[in-house]
């Protein structure tokens, strides 16, 4: 690791800005400035200038009860007027919110008019079914514009929404709309995706079916978009369709003033324990955050950039770089339902030629697998439209940050490499691309305003040229403001780490180049991160071991070439299971197993069946060495194992 970090901070290629873009940008040196001198009025100035507030704020950050933060407390405002109303209102209702691309080649352009009228529609339907106010509905949805549509109507009726990603399984929805007490769940029939429609409502069916004694059912009713067309149980009284109610309601609807620090949406994530956390967000801070870096790190023209972010809504990408930073900032985006391949290797590229894209967000984990599959699929589509591109999820290696910028940018588009999690809410750091000079590899400087400093166990600032761990050392606007009904585990998580200097503890190890630049190293925690979407081992682990053939497993997140990570499991079997079934097949079978329990981005790559795990005397499973083992090297240092010739009995089983 510290040989490949090293040869990361050689890296001596630059790339300022081109004249014509400094000239052109939004931002400038100023922003760095004007943060500076104070950093509360600084964000006070972003928050008026950026929002709409029907009651204005008069103070902008209370910090009194540390870690629990109010932003903009006595203000008022709604974040779906925000988003939309506002823009008609102020003469842009014609401009084109989504242009939106169905994996089967079939697309809608709706306007800022027809979206704000939509969203008008689906609030009198959740007012309609008794949602308001604190109520929480879950969001089960492919990407099509319904999505971002209930997620508005959601926060337009000052109702909380969680959305869950198509790709949960029904017990991982199920555990979501139990935690957060959901009243209402928005899905679909179906969507597509890899070219074949993949139903959403029986997963939404399963995952409200059988309550147990003790177990409430909190959903009252199940709002149903038709897309996919698939066959679809039915369960009058509770289930309706989307087109028989939206259309039939009213288009007029007022957009009630709520407090900023009001909840919008709890979005669960992954953390060192089995139990996903539901991260918290409020209003005013988060909106204010999520629309001025979408406008200074995505250097936003609105009226005439063409925006796209690939992240799907189920992800906190998709919250604040699809739905909320966008439509607060007014801007025209693409927005597409399938897969990347789908129905042939250069979907993408034809969808920013078709709509002459000019931002582009994605993640590396998809720039890698286009590098395997070669520049001339790209080469076949006019790709001269973009002007800017941006990476999200993971660190990126220079090789893929390279061919992003010559083989995607034409050797010229800045990149933005922006860092920052599902609880900071929107980006942290960043290079601004008017002002900074970019470097391959690192995500570089906090934005204005933001706080960051790289510090030792003890909390002691390390230094340039040197390793520690990721803190955020001020509040931000965007900061979560909890995790769902633990606000223990919230202060535990997170504060507790390095409660006497009050910084917050991201879980990143990270590094200070000489210019002082930041380069991410990787979780220093039991997470990880496949194809840039965080997974814990322990929910993975849980998920093997409640398999009849498990009597004891161990994930670790080994590094794989195109998804930055892979899932690698190993696992111990049951005697019993063992003298009364045939081993063969297993593996397979465990890897379906946790696709079906949590999801397919958790199917392990590897499975290894195996006679014994790797622990210290007091039982605590040493990762490290599977880690290592996984990866193909030499075992590390094995001394501290209860067994020393563990290992090398597991390293002859894996090859
Ligand atoms: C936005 C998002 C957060 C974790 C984070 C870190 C990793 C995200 C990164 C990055 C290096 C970047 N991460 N962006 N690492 N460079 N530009 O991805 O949120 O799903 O909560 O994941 O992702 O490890 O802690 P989330």
Redesign the pocket.
Known sequence: MSSQIDHLLDETRRFPPSDEFVAQSVSSPALYESAANDREAFWGEQSRDLLDWHRPFTQVLDWSTPPFAKWFDDGELNVAYNCLDRHVEAGNGDRVALHWEGEPGDSRSITYAELTEEVKRVANVLEGLGVGHGDRVAIYLPMIPEAVASMLAVARVGAIHSVVFGGFSADSLRSRIDDAGAKLVITADGGYRKGRVSALKPAVDQALADRGEGEQQTVEHVLVVRRGENEVEWHEGRDLWWHDVVPAASAEHTALAFPAENPLFILY?SGTTGKPKGILHTSGGYLTQAAYSHKYVFDLHPETDVYWCTADIG???GHSYVTYGPLANGATQVIYEGTPDAPHPGRWWEIIEKYRVSIFYTAPTAIRSFMKIGRSVPAGFDLSSLRLLG??????NPEAWIWYRDVIGAGTTPIV???????TGAIM?SALPGVTSTKPGS?QVPLPGISIDVVDESGVEVGTGNGGLLVVTEPWPSMLRGIWGDPERYRETYWEKFEKQGFYF???GARLDADGDLW?L??VDD?M?VS???LSTAEIESSLVAHEATAEAAVVGASDETTGQAVVAFVIIKESYLSAHDPAGLAQQLRVWVGEQIGAIARPRDVYIVGELPKTRSGKIMRRLLRDVAEGREVGDTTTLADTAVMSIISAQVK
Do not use: F, M, Y
């Open positions: 994530t992800w906190i990408t990476s999200v999820g993971e660190p990126i490499d922006t860092w920052w999690q599902t609880e750091v995500a991201a879980g990143d991410l990787g979780r997470v991160n840039g979407h965080r």
